[in-house]
């Protein structure tokens, strides 16, 4: 069964019939047995009941306007078009001047092929290509072929 301390704040919807069923069930069952939960209910049924008495006035027609007449007028944040668009092309010509900083800084085959036998030049070549393709691949197995490449040249 449910306390008082529970009860309490959801009496106001069950008043007003707001409550789910087994919510407003378990609300009754209680109510039926405490004499203070019943008699708060009763007097927030008065409640209801002058509320409902009092007329509603409609508001004026102007009531609003004079309202609104009477706030401040906020300042425009708008960013002028000129402005937008400059920052557009600003931040274009960021990214192009930027890629193209990238692709010319882009590794070149290393000066360390020419000293590579001429039998394994076109290997080592294709390695360093796929390596200038791929950065990220491992840069042991460049000097592995160069040392290798370097020792088959001395025999």
Do not use: K
Request: charged share 20%; net charge negative; glycine share 6%.
């Amino acid at each position: 069964m449910m306390r008082c301390d529970d009860i309490a704040p959801r009496l106001p919807d069950y008043a007003l019939d707001n409550l789910s069923h087994d919510a407003a069930s378990a609300i009754g069952e209680h109510i039926e047995v405490c004499d203070a939960c019943r008699a708060e209910l009763a007097l927030l049924g008065q409640v209801a009941m002058l509320v409902e008495r009092v007329p509603l006035d409609e508001p004026p027609p102007d009531l609003w306007s004079g309202i609104a007449a009477r706030l401040p007028v906020a300042p425009s944040r708008r960013v002028p078009l000129l402005w937008r668009v400059s920052v557009g092309f600003a931040a274009a010509a960021a990214v192009v001047v930027l890629t193209v900083f990238a692709w010319v800084q882009r590794p070149s085959v290393p000066s360390a092929l020419a000293e590579v036998p001429p039998e394994y030049r076109p290997f080592a070549q294709q390695y360093f290509m796929s390596e200038r393709d791929a950065p990220l691949t491992d840069h042991i197995g460049s000097g592995y072929l160069l040392l290798t490449s370097g020792d088959q040249g001395a025999q």
